[in-house]
Structure formats: C-alpha cells, structure tokens
C-alpha cells in the first residue's frame, strides 16, 4: 500500500513541513494559553506554577491537531485557537497530576513541579489549571451558538471519563500488580489514556467548531484512534533505546512497572524461569526495583523480540490511521492543513 | 495475550502444550529519520526517510494485533452506547445537560469561590452562555454529510455500518420502551436540528398522538437521541411516526415505541 495512493489526492506532509505547521500552530495556542494564564494580579503560590508546564514547551501536537481539524472543516483560526488554548492548558493540569501519580522527577528537562513546589501546591495548581480550560473554551464557542456549545461540552465530558478510565487502568494494573494482561488490555488503555485526549478529542473540538456543529464528530474518532495508538507504542519503544527524548529517562517504564506493548508480550513469550523472575521483579516497590534488574529485564526484551514487536505493531497502527484518516478526511479540499494531518501517521512513529 | 516467540538462547519451556511457539516475525521496525533500512522489509520512504507503505508485509501476529485494534475499538464504542443508554434511562439525561448544567455550574462556582480568589467565575460565564447563545446563521459553514460508514475497515462492514443509532426516552422517564434503535443516515449534510419527528400515532384506538418529540446529537453513541414527552393519562400501546432529514426527501426511518400500562 503506497501511503500517497491511499490518501486519494492528499500528499502527506513531509516531516519538515509538518514541524512547521506544529511550530505556527503551537505558537498561536501558546499565544493565546499565556494570554489566559495572564493573572490581572498574581496570586500567591497559584500563578507562577499555573504557567510554569506551559512555558516549557512540548511538541504542541494536541492544539495543531485542533487547529488544523477547525480549518479543514470549513472553519478559520480564530475558531480553532480558543479551543487548542484550552486543550493545552488541560493537557498541563493533567500532567501535573500525572507526574504526582508517576513519582516521576522530571518533565521536559526541568524538575516536576511537585518537586519544586511539594505535593499539595502542585495538585491545587493541576486543579486549577483544569478549570482554566473553560475560559477559552467558552470564549471560543460563544459565537458559534448553544448547539456548538453542547456537542463540545458533551465531547469533553466524554474525554473526560474516557481518561480517567485509562488512566485508572495504567495505575491499577501497577499498583494492584496485575500480570495477566493481553494485547487487547493495552490497545484499550491506550485508547483512553493516550488517544481519546490527545487525538480524539482535539480532533473532534475542531471539527465541531470548524464545521459550526454541522459534521458528524463520529468520524474522525477511528483515525484519532489508531493515531494515538500508534503514537503511544512509540512513546513505550522510544523509552527503552538509547535516547529516550529529552527529560526523559532510558528504561524509566521499566522501573516504573509499566505494563506496556512490549512487557506484555515479553512475559507471554519468556520461559517460565524467566517469567517467574519477571513476576518477581513487578511485584517489587518502585524503589526497590535495581539497574541490575531492569537491565536484564530490558536485554529479556531484545531476545524475546519484544521491542521489535512493539515497533512493528506501531507502524501496523500507523498504517491503520493513514486508512482511516482516508476516510474521515475523503472529499475535503487540499490544503496545507489537511496535509498535516495526512501526514500525522506516518510522523508519530517516524517523528524527529 | 496471544503471542509466543522463542528467545534466543532461552531454555525450552517445561511444557511444550503449554506454551506454544510461533515462527519468527518478520523483522521490519519503522524508519526513523535517515536512518538505515532493513532489506528484510518492503517499507518505502521518502525524502525525509519516511515510512510510506508501513503494511506492505506483515506477520501474522501484527495482522491479529490490528484486528484485535479494530475489536477493541468497536467494544469501547458499544460499551459507551450502553452506558449512555443506562445513563439516559435513570433521572438524570444527557439531553438535560444545557438546563442541569446551569444550576450545577451556580453551585459549583459558589464552591470554587470559597477555594481561590483567582478567576473561577468562568463556571457563572458558562452557564450564562448555555442559556443565551444563538445557533448561526444557515448556511454558515460548507462541511461533509455524515459518515457513509462504506470503508472497507475490519469492523465497519455490514448494514449495521450505515445505521444511525437512535437512543430514546421518555418524559417522565421509564413512560415507555423504544421499539426503534436505528434510522438510516441522512445522505447528505445534516445538522441534528434538521432532523424532526412527525407525531407518533398510535397503531390503533383512537389515542391523540404524542406531539412532543425531541431530537438530539449524542456524541457518547454517535447517533441521536429522541426524547418523547409522554403526557399523564396517555394511553398505552404502541405509537410510530417517521423521521425526516430536512435535506432529503426520504424518511430516516419509522419511531416507533410502546407505552406501559
């Protein structure tokens, strides 16, 4: 399967071309996030940290996602960038949480933020964050009407549990220690924890407010799907090689347990003195857990064919996205932005 | 988890019935950057390296892993239907959620207010907004008429592909049963408020129609909702009428339901 045949008139964007549309796209969300994040006056142990995940920068998938969704559909920038504004600011309340629940140290190169500032702090300034999020949102759909206005609050209330039910699984399944887990297990939790907010979800806003609720939201759900999936096994892979992305750290998953694409295939293709050794490592507190260990269980990995296979799956779901996108995206006229998001599944498995 | 693979130098397990072996995947990881290619693989690339054909050749255990993608997917879909259906059919709706939403965005903004002196009183600015936006102007948009659902995907095959899922209730609620769970999609663009019921009649007796029929988008199905409004003293039985697309001339479909004794 040719991926420019498949896509029937839309070329893919080339890597480059689609760190440009991320960086224009990325640097208008992240305009309009500091500009909502701007407190008329500063409120003690609240606004510096609301703004510090923020400045950080990232990759700015989620709101080009938006955007680019808002201008396909029909829509110009300005109907967009409230809604990529809000997704971004959501995203870095959830990280923060999501760094507390983690234990993780580091996010984007620099200490996380309950490191700097202490659990407690850092929780009120993830909630605060959340309901942040409302602000542009809001600003975005008031001209749109209270039927627009609807479709995206119910899409956002459906994201909502989507990951917080994935996010329960992950952390379930860590902290309750559960083995037996199958292929289907982790596409489910990757769906809900990864896709559903960081694909599904933006794709939708925009579709929604590009199209002033008149397009079906349904359809760009599977593309989102496959995308996310694909973008997670990756992340997972990424994680075990050498360089694991910056503020990252090489085989973190593994010390962390993380029942990922590749621990579940390992521990279903290991002899059983290996298993059971295996067992006996995730059944051990994060910190009792040694570079010993994880080395061996990370070279277990390489022999049984693991990496190789989660790799392999990834790009199979990349393929599955470029398919799907096919569809939602049959019929829309050229364009920069459709590229882009031509281009997204053979990036996040490819991506710099 | 399905997959078995024999390690390279590992031991034999104890029980060979029990753990079966499968051959060797083929190798083929994805190109990342300029990097160097497998000659094992078919993938093409691009300029920039790019994987082009990532399922030119695939082992079997990839192939089962897409399907597996593909089931997982639908499961979640139908399980999210259930749950809305659930949901809808207790006290609380969804289709409410406009009128709900602003008496408990008042209470919580009242909470938020006693938290921080920070500017939640964004909550009072979205009830506001619930209340007081108008839909655009027609025409305002140019965009795609719903999903004809006629990919070629593992799992959207089949007639149930082109149906429109309908989830009904009932004001009051548990007034009746839906005997309706799908209407066909409109063929072209259609947003949900060109979408209207005619008055279910009912199949026989001389009962008033029910003239109060709502219908809505439901993003945690995909489909629509229909919400009937059952008047006290209405009599039993079973009540139908057709559902029409504003930009078509065919109906959608017949609604039909039954009303408790």
Redesign the interface.
Known sequence: MNATAAIAGVKPASNAAISDRLAAHGRAAAAEVARYLKAGCAAPFLDDLLADYPSRGGKMLRPAICMANARVFGGDERAGVGCAAAIEILHNGLLIHDDIQDGSEVRRGRPTLHRLHGVALAINAGDALMFSALRPLIDALRPLGSGVARQVLEATMTMARETAEGQALELGWRDRNVLELSEADYFRMALKKTAWMGMIWPSQLGLIVGSAGRADPQSVMRFGYFLGVAFQIEDDVRNLCEDPGYGKERNGDLYEAKRTLMLIHARGASAPRDRERLDAFLALPRAARTERDVQWLAALMRDLGSIEHGRTVGVAMAGAAQHEFSLAYAGRPPSEDLSFLAGLAIWVVGRP | ??????????????DPAA?AVRP??????????TGAQSNESD??S???????????A??E???Q??R??????TE??RR?REAANAFSQGEYS?GQ??QD?GQTLNELGRL?KQL?????D??Y??AE????????PPG?????P??SGS?D?AARSGPAAQALAVAVRFTPSGAGRALTSSLTRPRA?????EIKASPLAPREGGAPSLTEVAID????S?GLTATVSVPQGQAPGVYSGAVWAATQDMPLGVLAIELAQ
Request: hydrophobic share 40%; aromatic share 6%; no cysteine.
């Open positions: 988890m399905t997959t078995r693979k024999k390690p390279a130098g590992a031991e034999p397990p104890a753990h060797e995947p083929i190798r083929m990881g994805p190109v990342r950057g993938l093409k691009d300029a920039d390296g790019r994987t082009e054909g990532p399922l030119n695939i082992s255990d990839v192939a892993a897409v597996v993608g593909y089931e997982v997917f979640n879909l999210g969804l959620v406009p939403a938020l921080t002196d920070s500017s939640f964004i909550v600015r979205l907004l619930l209340s007081t936006l108008k839909p655009p305002q948009s140019s965009v795609p719903f999903r990919g995907g663009q259609t947003s949900p408020a988008f439901d993003i945690a995909g």
